[in-house]
Structure formats: structure tokens, C-alpha cells
């Protein structure tokens, strides 16, 4: 009796376990920060150097999160976001991977920090983006 009885709880157990281990199907939050921050052509230019600008046209903001793996299909994971910080981790494929934090000035002011690896080489960088007008 004290074997069936100890069978049950076991058995009760491990379906609580996988009931809470199995996730809903992901979902794209919208994020805070990202939400609020103009469309159009962004500058984007590395902090205390005089390297030539990139621009982008920020119709989907998300592209802020990835600057180094652009155009790369990557999970997110959101650490932090109110709606002047943003910190968020992705990773692409088996080895790329980062962590993006955006601090937001204005609408159209952010400033960028990431860091992580891509082609199994390290990166880190800071950059301002500024709406510079629409694309």
C-alpha cells in the first residue's frame, strides 16, 4: 500500500513539473522604449571617434537590438524595459550572440552599448542614434 501511495505522489509530482516546463508559444512583446521612438532615417555613429556615420531606415526599431548581426534571425530574451532603458540578450544560430542595452534621451536620441560575439569573434561598441529625417 505504501508503494502505490508513494507511486501517486511521484507520478503527481512529475506532472506538476512538466506542466510548468512546458512554454507557451513565444510571442513578440512590444517593447517600451522601441515603441516610442520615431520612424525615418536614423544616424547612427560610434561614440569618441571620427569613423564614418551609418544610416539606417528605422521603419521596424527592432533593428537597434541587432546592429551587428543585421538581417540575422535571433531569439530574444528581454532583461529590462521602461521607457528610457532597454536591455535585451539574443542569440543567432549555435554560436552568434549579444546583449544590447539602449538608453533613451528623447524620440528621437538613443544611445546604444552591445557587446557579444559574431563568426566567433568577439565585439563591443557604443554608438549615438539620431533621427536625421524620413527615409
Request: proline share 4%; net charge positive; with cysteine.
Amino acid at each position: 500500500m505504501k508503494g502505490i501511495t508513494l507511486i501517486k505522489t511521484v507520478s503527481a509530482s512529475i506532472a506538476a513539473i512538466l506542466t510548468f516546463s512546458v512554454s507557451a508559444p513565444a510571442q513578440a512583446p512590444e517593447m517600451v522604449l522601441l515603441a516610442g521612438l520615431q520612424k525615418g532615417e536614423w544616424t547612427l555613429k560610434t561614440r569618441g571617434s571620427d569613423d564614418a556615420s551609418k544610416k539606417i531606415c528605422l521603419g521596424d526599431p527592432t533593428k537597434l537590438l541587432q546592429i551587428q548581426h543585421n538581417g540575422t534571425t535571433c531569439s530574444r530574451y528581454v532583461i529590462q524595459d521602461t521607457p528610457t532603458n532597454l536591455r535585451v540578450s539574443y542569440k543567432c544560430g549555435s554560436a552568434d550572440h549579444g546583449v544590447t542595452t539602449i538608453k533613451r534621451e528623447s524620440s528621437g536620441l538613443v544611445q546604444i552599448q552591445s557587446q557579444g560575439i559574431k563568426a566567433n569573434a568577439p565585439f563591443s561598441f557604443n554608438v549615438e542614434g539620431r533621427r536625421t529625417g524620413p527615409c
